[in-house]
């Protein structure tokens, strides 16, 4: 049997030039809930004594996620780009909107509109003139409107960061890839639980779904020519 080419995972995957006028930033369940080492999920394994199972994902989220999300959404701005925040909770409490399998898990970390989890992190607050979809599945496509916004908008290449990168990141951006849309899940701007978990989604991503960049290579894509 031939020997498969070196770059397997991504050797059906054809590049293309970016137009950051065409472009957005889709940041990812970037809330309190479970996206920052002081929110609900963080300090509720720091009771029950299991901090260590999540110890990598917030040390990443703090290291990388949240300032290389920063930068990002910066330089989209800069370069004419459109941000997009996708939250994930529930309409109240209990979760009456939400479908079976997330309920519990937006009560134990009291997800819901109004509460503090549900609030998208300080450190990358929206602006004016950003846009937020709310859902309550584990991908955007699935109970918001995202499609319709993103095609008015006019926008074709999207960058993903935000958690879980092998959940609701991946998720969203397989979804996005099969509508059509150029996708790249920004590789550190990205955490989940464990890091074999994180790596394993963005190398089976790339095998047929889109692009997977650092940073400063999205940055360097976006800069002004």
């Known amino acids: 049997m031939a020997n498969p080419p070196a770059d397997y995972a991504g050797a059906f995957m054809s590049d293309h030039v970016v137009d950051p006028a ?9 809330q309190y809930a479970t996206g920052h080492p002081t929110g609900p999920l963080a300090m509720k394994m720091a009771a029950e004594g299991t901090q260590a199972t999540t110890a990598w994902r917030f040390a990443r989220i703090s290291d990388l996620v949240i300032p290389n999300t920063r930068r990002l959404i910066d330089a989209m701005r800069a370069a004419g780009g459109q941000v997009v925040y996708v939250t994930i909770g529930a309409a109240k409490p209990g979760a009456p909107d939400a479908p079976l399998h997330m309920r519990k898990f937006f009560a134990d970390t009291g997800n819901h509109l109004g509460a503090r989890a549900h609030e998208i992190v ?91 960049r650092d940073t400063d290579e999205v940055l360097g894509e976006l800069a002004p020519r």
């Open 122 to 212: 300080e450190e990358l607050a929206p602006e004016p003139q950003d846009h937020i979809v709310r859902k309550t599945t584990v991908g955007a496509f699935s109970s918001t409107n995202i499609d319709h916004l993103l095609r008015t908008l006019g926008r074709q290449d999207l960058y993903f960061t935000g958690v879980s990168t092998n959940m609701c990141v991946d998720t969203t951006a397989r979804e996005a890839a099969d509508r059509g849309y150029a996708v790249t899940l920004v590789r550190d701007a990205c955490a989940t639980t464990h890091q074999d978990l994180h790596e394993a989604a963005l190398r089976n991503f790339q095998r047929f779904f889109g692009r997977v």
């Open 22 to 30: 065409r472009a957005a930033l889709v940041i990812v369940d970037m």
